[in-house]
């Protein structure tokens, strides 16, 4: 791994930016920590002395990949993931900027968490750390956190998680209060009482396996009621993590109706469908759960139209104990920040997204969303680069894998493609040999 900041060229690369709509051969040149230039025949004769010229002839130079939803166990669950450990998972995958979750313990609810995280990330990890802050105090629905001061000290949204704010008066006076504040809501559209006792997709599948279900009503019904929401107060909204095609069509009367509506996918709900679970494979139990593969298809095609906004990780690291057990006592969630590039690109490879939408999905709209510098190749923008090689074929074992956990649902998944170097601040963290 390097870690100087010498002025860096990446020449003859095929340059993907999406804030630029650019996608053509061009060298891109860093310098100070910034671009300084992404255009064609930049070339070796005019850069700074010293420059690392690195030949990317046949590779794809990109913005760095910003993940809006993931966990991070710190602070008091470091023995599931720690800013240290995610972010060298974060740099093998290609993501520069990852958004952290409050539902720790104690909760990021409060202005000293918030400074404990930035100052514990900024001392650890090697890539971009910002956090989510809870939407309500304990995380518990039952009072709304000081949205204002939480902002003004680093949190760059507010949810609770995987949890779902039931009580609509509350989500009602949080939509307005963040709205004077511009704050973006995430929220986790799932009802608890219609999930229940579910464990996976309501359906044949989930019947043949003996298994409850969870239907699509439990996540469009909380979508909807928040979308009413959204009309009535004007507040800036964005879904968690939607899944179905009944989610979809309350997420698209929302855009005709020009609300500031947004919303996220996990590429485990674009990649994979409620068969890949197969003999009740629990490291394939998530929340929301995996959908059919019409549900699936659907939600790859909301990506490529933009109706989704955002791709993410919804990295959740779960130890062994947690995860061998029978399929309804298994803990929900799966890493995945290692793997949520190369998923994307079995889209890309199979035809059904292109590259630039893909990226736009993983890098460039989620920075935008949060106010966030990154996502982009322009002169000035962050130097936070990746280098993709689209073509290099590999199994992914787990034990390579850098997360404190192992729980993947891509366990001896062949790939096509993945990240060859991973550039955060000007400084290479990330190289693969």
Known sequence: MLTDRRPILLANARVVDPSRDLDGPADVLIADGVIRDARRGIGAAGVPEGTDIVNCSGKIVAPGLVDMRAFIGEPGAGYR???????????????????????TSPAIDNAAT????????????IVNIHPMAALTKGMRGEEMTEIGLLKAAGAVAFTDGIASVANAQ???????????????????????????????????????????????????????????????????YHAASLTCV??????????????????????????????DIGPYRTFLKL???????????????????????????????????????????????????????????????????????????????????????????????????????????WVLDPMDLKSQCKNTPFDEAKFSGRVVRTIVGGRTVFELV
């Not at 800013?83 to 520069?96: D, E, N, V, W, Y």
Request: hydrophobic letters at 45%.
């Open 114 to 125: 918030v400074d404990f995280v930035l100052r514990r990330a900024r001392d650890t990890a």
């Open 287 to 393: 929340s929301p759960p995996l959908r059919t593969e019409t549900d699936r298809t659907a939600l790859v095609q909301a990506v490529a139209s933009g109706l989704i906004d955002v791709i993410m990780s919804d990295h959740n690291p779960q130890d062994v104990e947690t995860k061998r057990l029978p399929f309804a006592e298994a803990a929900a969630g799966a890493i995945g920040i290692e793997t949520m590039l190369p998923a994307g690109l079995r889209l890309v490879h199979s035809g059904e997204i292109d590259l630039m939408k893909l990226i736009r999905a993983m890098s460039t709209r989620p920075a935008e969303l949060l106010g966030l510098q990154g996502g982009s190749l322009r002169p000035g923008a962050p130097a936070d680069v990746i280098v993709i090689d689209m073509d290099v074929p």
């Open 170 to 236: 509350l989500m009602r006076r949080a939509l307005t209060y963040a709205r004077d504040f511009d704050a973006l809501i995430v929220h986790h559209t799932e009802d608890r009482h219609l999930i229940g006792e579910g464990v996976m997709n309501e359906g044949e599948f989930a019947a043949r396996l003996g298994l409850m279900g969870i239907p699509n009503a439990s996540e469009a019904v909380v979508l909807e009621r928040d979308i009413r929401l959204v009309a009535l107060t004007g507040g800036r």
């Open 81 to 103: 993931e720690t800013f240290a450990s995610a972010s060298q998972a974060a740099a093998a995958g290609g993501i520069t900027t990852i958004i952290c979750q409050p539902d």
């Open 246 to 275: 009944d989610s979809l069509e309350v997420l698209q009367r929302a855009r005709d109706a020009g609300l500031k509506v947004s919303a996220s996918a996990s590429i485990n709900h674009l990649t994979l469908n409620e068969n």
